[in-house]
C-alpha cells in the first residue's frame, strides 16, 4: 500500500489530534502573524475616528453571551476607541441577556481612560420592544429610557443636560453589536432611515454576510465581522487583546484542516488513476 492509499484510510482521531495541537500550541506559543484588516473594518474605524470630541455615541447590545466570544472583544475595543476619542458613550440592549457583559467592558474601558459614570459615559440596561423602543428613542430617548442601571433619572444626569440629548437626532452615531433580530437591520429600518443618524455595527460570521447590502447602499457605514472582525479592530486601535490572541490558533487550525484536504484529494485523484489503468 503507497503512502497515499495510507492517507486517505488515515484514522480521524489523527487528524483530531494534529488539530488539536494546531489550536493548542499557538495559544500557548504566541506567533504574532501579521493582522491585515478589511475595508468594511477599516469604513468602522473611520466612521468613529471622523467623530469630534465630545460627540455622543450611541452602542447597543443585542446578543446574548452565546455570542461572548466573538462580539464581547469588538464591544470592549469600541468603547476603547470611543473614550481614547473623548467622546461620551450611551449603552443599552434590546436583548437582555447581553446588557451585564455589556456593562462590565464599558465600566472596564472608562477606567482604563478615567472616564466618570452619569458624566461621561451612561449605561440605560434593557428595554423590550425592539422596533417600539428605537421608534421611542427616535422621538424622546430620555422618555422612552428613562432611568439608567443605577435607577437614575436620565434627565438629571451630566451626559443629558450638557449635551441636551433629546431624541436620536441628536445622537451622531448608533452602534449595534448583533446575534440576531432585533439587531443591525432593526436599527437599520426603524431608525437610522427616519431619524438620519449615522450606523456601523458588529455581528457574528455567520451573520456578516447578510448586512453587505447595506454596506453597498451606504445605509451601513462600516461593519465588524466574528473574531477576525475584532481582531482587525484591535489592530487599528492599536489595543491588541482577545481577539487578536485568537488569530494564531485559528490560523494555523484553518492551515492545517486545508493541508490534510489537499492531502486527501490527491490521494483520492491517484487511486481513481491507478485503478483506470488496470482497467
Not at 449635551?163 to 452602534?175: G, T
Request: hydrophobic share 45%; with cysteine.
Amino acid at each position: 500500500m503507497s503512502v497515499l492509499e495510507k492517507m486517505m484510510n488515515i484514522d480521524r482521531r489523527i487528524i483530531f489530534i494534529f488539530v488539536a495541537a494546531a489550536i493548542v500550541i499557538p495559544s500557548i506559543v504566541r506567533l504574532n502573524l501579521p493582522i491585515k484588516p478589511s475595508p468594511m473594518v477599516v469604513a468602522y474605524y473611520n466612521a468613529i475616528e471622523s467623530l469630534p470630541p465630545g460627540s455622543v455615541v450611541l452602542v447597543s447590545s443585542d446578543y446574548d453571551p452565546g455570542s461572548k466570544a466573538e462580539l464581547l472583544p469588538m464591544t470592549l475595543a469600541t468603547f476603547r476607541h470611543c473614550f481614547s476619542r473623548d467622546l461620551k458613550v450611551i449603552g443599552m440592549g434590546l436583548w437582555p441577556q447581553g446588557i451585564d457583559l455589556t456593562y462590565k467592558a464599558l465600566r472596564q474601558a472608562a477606567k482604563e481612560y478615567g472616564k466618570k459614570e452619569g458624566e461621561d459615559f451612561v449605561m440605560c440596561g434593557y428595554k423590550a420592544g425592539a422596533a417600539f423602543v428605537i421608534v421611542g428613542l427616535g422621538q424622546d430617548l430620555p422618555g422612552t429610557l428613562e432611568k439608567d442601571v443605577r435607577g437614575r433619572d436620565l434627565k438629571s444626569l451630566p451626559l443629558f443636560r450638557k449635551h441636551n440629548i433629546r431624541s436620536l437626532r441628536d445622537i451622531p452615531l448608533v452602534v449595534s453589536m448583533s446575534a440576531g433580530n432585533p439587531g443591525i437591520d432593526t436599527w437599520i429600518v426603524y431608525g437610522r432611515d427616519q431619524f438620519g443618524f449615522r450606523m456601523i455595527g458588529g455581528c457574528t460570521g455567520v451573520m456578516a454576510p447578510d448586512f453587505y447590502p447595506y454596506l453597498n447602499t451606504g445605509q451601513l457605514e462600516g461593519l465588524l465581522g466574528a473574531a477576525k472582525g475584532a481582531a482587525d479592530y484591535e489592530t487599528l486601535i492599536k489595543r491588541p487583546g482577545l481577539a487578536c490572541r485568537m488569530m494564531d490558533p485559528q490560523t494555523v487550525a484553518h492551515l492545517v484542516i486545508i493541508v490534510f484536504i489537499i492531502i486527501g484529494n490527491i490521494a483520492l485523484l491517484s487511486s481513481a488513476i491507478r485503478r483506470r489503468r488496470k482497467a
